[in-house]
């Protein structure tokens, strides 16, 4: 299966993106691309840049997640079961760290985690009719008193 992939633009001059990517609690078949800019223009990484994508969970952990800066300036994070583990807002910024130690931070984004419907952990859900299963139940029982009483008046007859 082939990742769902988001693609964010991030500009270093900035705070907050105002981004935000919707997932599914579990979900770990999508990446992000990012691409960096500042002040709307496309930002270059120097070779031996790093980068961390650096998250919060709703319930306060946090993440520091190592990604891949492609040959084309592209940073890449592929989505980790950990994040996508709880319902709620993951807050997340990128840190891009030099050779020399410095560290440069985007502007932050957010990742929205709905729940899902259903686990596969769970029960399977079926169609229930126990008032039903006792009716036929009665009409089987009824059935063969029935049956009974007409082959006991039969034998009478004879």
């Known amino acids: 299966m082939n990742d ?3 693609r964010i633009n991030l500009d270093l001059t900035m705070i907050e993106s105002g981004v935000m990517v919707n997932m599914k609690k579990l979900d770990s078949a999508r990446s992000i691309e990012l691409a960096l800019s500042e002040d709307g223009k496309p930002y270059t990484l120097t070779s031996g840049c790093r980068a961390v994508l650096r998250s919060k969970k709703p319930d306060g952990t946090i993440q520091f997640n190592d990604c891949t800066i492609r040959d084309d300036g592209i940073v890449e994070f592929r989505i ?3 994040t996508t583990l709880l ?3 993951v807050e997340c910024e990128l840190a891009i760290y030099g050779t020399d130690n410095t560290q440069l ?3 932050s984004f957010l990742i929205n985690i709905g729940d899902i419907l259903f686990s596969d952990s769970e029960t399977e859900s079926q169609n229930e009719f126990t008032a039903l299963a006792a009716l036929i ?3 089987n ?3 063969i008193t029935i049956t ?4 006991f008046l039969k034998a009478r007859k004879d």
């Open 4 to 6: 769902a992939v988001y």
């Open 80 to 82: 980790t079961n950990q």
């Open 87 to 89: 319902v709620g807002i």
């Open 105 to 107: 931070t985007s502007a």
């Open 137 to 139: 139940s009665e009409t």
């Open 141 to 143: 029982n009824l059935d």
């Open 148 to 151: 009974d009483t007409i082959n």
